[in-house]
């Protein structure tokens, strides 16, 4: 068990990023207060930005020249587990996906190629009852004009064509834009 400051010196850090580690949660502290270095290095590896962590310095050779060590197993490179919910690089992976997500919208809204769902869904409702007005009109301006043709009372043409009219805008309501 270690001190804040004895473990940033181990870590080569200064005790106020030690500190501020323990604070945000990235490194856990025993109920005595001090740092397990074990425990602490693992959740500091996994919790960290990659990018932002110092190139490790370069150690000098004990070994004879001429000799070749033997590749390191699969177990030895492998990455420390990493704590339950979303590793630093899986949230940071996420946050830039969202972004070039988002990126790309933008510009397929600057090009046009993109509208908005609510306007499209205005716009259809408002062709929609105008077409509908429209067609409600039609038989009371065509009823006169057939029944003259067919030789027959204005009254009944109107009736059936205003009966067939609202069947028929009765099926077409039936019709839902779907704008996903």
Do not use: C
Request: hydrophobic fraction near 40%; aromatic fraction near 4%; avoid cysteine.
């Amino acid at each position: 068990m270690m001190s804040v400051r004895a473990y940033a010196r181990q870590r080569g850090v200064s005790h106020t990023a030690v500190r501020k580690a323990v604070l945000a949660g990235r490194i856990p502290r025993e109920p005595d207060g001090t740092i397990d270095p074990v425990k602490a290095d693992a959740a500091w590896e996994a919790q960290s930005d990659p990018a932002k962590r110092p190139a490790p310095a370069a150690k000098p050779s004990t070994k004879p020249t001429g000799v070749v060590s033997p590749p390191p197993s699969p177990a030895a490179s492998a990455d420390p587990p990493s704590p339950p919910g979303m590793s630093f690089a899986q949230a940071r992976t996420a946050h830039e996906i969202a972004k070039a997500q988002r990126a790309r919208i933008q510009v397929q809204r600057l090009k046009s190629e993109m509208v908005e769902r609510a306007s499209a869904m205005n716009l259809v409702f408002k062709l929609a009852r105008q077409e509908r007005d429209a067609w409600i009109n039609w038989p009371a301006r065509v009823a006169a004009l057939m029944a003259a043709q067919m030789g027959v009372e204005v009254s009944v043409v109107q009736k059936i064509l205003e009966t067939q009219v609202r069947a028929h805008l009765d099926e077409l309501s039936e019709i839902r834009p779907d704008f996903r």
